[in-house]
């Protein structure tokens, strides 16, 4: 009598699927098929999930709708800045290097405007009701003259 030895295993072979599971699907197709059979099985758990389906989309409209808002918003206040900040820089080159007190007050006032535009978070200044800065954020420093190339640029 003559003996088999035993199959060799390979380390690097997939683990066997036990034989009772069905192969997973493996198309979009296959897998709405599979879907429909188990909601055949269980309509009550087919409804809740129709339902929780359609909750989602509802949802996800309401969703796309407030982000295409706040979207205009920030268009609408970036243009506003924009403007200003190009009615700034017009005004800066007005007042070039002029040393009469007017003119230094203005340029204190720009500088202090061109400040607040170019502030990074890092350096954002916390208000209170009455507009007064809040102590525990950093105070705003004028910027730099690469924050305003980068910006024109």
């Known amino acids: 009598r003559t003996t088999k030895p035993a199959a060799k295993t390979d380390a690097k072979a997939p683990a066997q699927r036990d ?23 269980n309509p009550k758990a087919d409804a809740a999930l129709s339902k929780k389906c359609e909750k989602l989309e509802t949802e996800k409209s309401e969703l796309a709708v ?3 808002s706040l979207e205009k918003e920030r268009d609408f206040y970036y243009d506003k800045l924009r403007e200003i900040e190009i009615k700034l820089q017009q005004q800066q080159e007005e007042v070039g290097d002029a040393t009469d007190e007017q003119s230094i007050g203005k340029k204190a006032m720009m500088d202090e405007i061109f400040g607040i535009l170019y ?16 102590d525990s954020a950093p105070e705003l ?13």
């Not at 009772?20 to 197709?29: G, R, V």
């Not at 420093?141 to 305003?148: I, K, V």
């Open 19 to 41: 034989a009772a599971m069905p192969p997973p699907p493996a198309t979009e197709k296959e897998n709405r098929q599979v879907s429909r059979s188990n909601a055949a099985a």
């Open 119 to 134: 502030a990074t978070t890092d350096e954002f200044v916390a208000v209170d009701e009455e507009g007064e800065p809040v």
């Open 141 to 153: 420093t004028a910027p730099s003259p690469s924050h305003r190339a980068v910006i024109e640029a």
């Open 66 to 68: 407030t982000v295409e």
